[in-house]
């Protein structure tokens, strides 16, 4: 545990080097600091609420930089613990202090914005969620721009990148699947870009391809991702688990059981239980729709064993709806009872939304776009090739007039030399006749020649 003394030596050696705070009162900043600590991994929420509505007492009244990052601290507990209207409202303000303080650091407002980007991105507020990722990736690049000597250049660079693979799935979920592909795709060839996140947008590719039905281009995309240098094993374990997702909706269920094992085999290796609990959910899936309720019950069990509270989780709370099927399938009815209302009891908890559309109508959505975008692909490959090729004729057509031009112009020479000494000849000839008192004869005018 570090002590009072180091934490105010820390955040002030910060807050000096970043140019923040040199106004704040060193009880204000300890606040701060005490806020963070309880915010993180949500240690105390209350605690950490409390310790920021002290810096909104303490702090002096144009101490603008601590009353905004109080409200950025506090923004972040009511996102931690799922009151996104309050977080939006405390994020909102933070924002706006950090806008108005007298700094030059873009740093803080970039993770309000991207904080706040995140939340409206997780409730299909698409557009919004599209207005402060630009405002974000703004923040940041101004951030690294203006602010060289305090700028953590390596993992700022990295920020940025990661704002526009954001992006890049805010396109794909607002249905612009042509534009999502093209800023996936240009991320993944910039060699500019961390190798991590050109590995995301390979994978993100790789799902839309999916789920679009083009089973073959999302193959290779994964399998790119588990041949990769540049991706860890997490990402490898992603790959696996969706190369098996993909296979499974393909129709090919027993190629996607040795597939997903695979994936579970990787990600028992990892500290995330929670992408460990996901891979179990789709094989016990991949087991009901194989004909084997017994093994797929043990599957599920055996997910549930691990250390995580899947009543709170939207995506992973499914798990008592396949249980209920599954134990009608093996006759436990009490069981089966019992795990439905677990399910219905979850469900009404997130209130979710019927979605309009059916999941064939998003396919074929999706499979649209990318059949246009991988056209365009085309056109500009054969573009390209026709331009290759006109540049190719252009320089065979300059070459071969440069070398009609050299024949001519030696032609030229030639003839115009023989000419001059013809006259030369002439000349005397006439010198000759002079000399002897003859008139010299009157020379016959040639077309031009003498003149050209």
């Not at 013809?422 to 003149?451: H, M, W």
Request: charged share 30%; aromatic share 12%.
């Amino acid at each position: 545990m570090r002590s009072n003394k180091t934490l105010i030596i820390i955040l002030f050696s910060l807050a000096l080097q970043s140019g923040f705070a040199q106004n704040t009162e060193r009880e204000v900043l300890v606040s701060l600091d005490s806020a963070v600590r309880f915010m993180q991994g949500n240690k105390d929420p209350g605690r950490a609420l409390a310790y920021c509505n002290a810096v909104q007492k303490k702090a002096r009244a144009n101490d603008l930089w601590a009353k905004a990052k109080s409200f950025e601290i506090s923004g972040l507990v009511y996102k931690n613990t799922n009151h996104q209207d309050s977080a939006i409202l405390h994020f909102r303000q933070a924002l706006y202090n950090f806008n108005i303080a007298d700094t030059t650091d873009w740093f803080e407002s970039y993770l309000v914005c991207r904080n706040m980007a995140s939340i409206h991105q997780r409730y299909q507020l698409y557009d919004m969620a599209k207005t402060y990722y630009d405002s974000a990736l703004y923040f940041i690049s101004n951030h690294v721009i203006f602010n060289p000597e305090i700028s953590r250049q390596d993992k700022d660079h990295h920020r940025r990148d990661l704002v526009l693979y954001f992006i890049g799935q805010n396109s794909a979920e607002r249905g612009h699947i042509e534009l999502a592909l093209d800023q996936l795709r240009s991320i993944e060839q910039a060699d500019t870009i961390k190798g991590s996140t050109r590995i995301r947008a390979m994978n993100y590719q790789g799902i839309l391809y999916k789920n679009g039905g083009m089973y073959d281009s999302a193959k290779v995309k994964f399998q790119k991702i588990i041949e990769s240098p540049m991706a860890s094993k997490s990402y490898q374990a992603i790959a696996w688990h969706n190369l098996a997702g993909t296979f499974y909706d393909e129709g090919h269920t027993k190629e996607a059981l040795k597939i997903i094992d695979k994936a579970i085999e990787v990600k028992s290796g990892l500290k995330s239980q929670r992408s460990l609990f996901i891979s179990f959910l789709d094989k016990g899936e991949y087991l009901m729709q194989y004909g084997r309720p017994e093994l797929a019950y043990q599957v599920f069990k055996k997910g549930l064993l691990l250390d995580l509270d899947v009543s709170r989780s939207r995506s992973l709370f499914v798990v008592y709806h396949y249980l209920d099927k599954v134990c009608g399938q093996l006759n436990k009815f009490d069981e089966s009872d019992e795990w439905s209302e677990r399910y219905f009891s979850a469900s009404e908890a997130f209130n979710d939304e019927r979605e309009s559309l059916s999941l064939e109508d998003k396919r074929s959505n999706i499979l649209a776009s990318i059949q246009k975008f991988e056209m365009k692909l085309v056109s500009e490959k054969r573009e390209v090739e026709l331009n290759n090729r006109n540049d190719k004729n252009k320089v065979v057509a300059v070459v071969l007039l440069i070398l009609a031009f050299s024949a001519f112009y030696w032609f030229y020479k030639e003839k115009k030399s023989r000419h001059k000494k013809g006259k030369k000849a002439l000349s005397e000839d006439i010198s000759s006749i002079v000399l002897s008192g003859i008139d010299p004869p009157e020379p016959e005018r040639e077309e031009e020649e003498d003149n050209t």
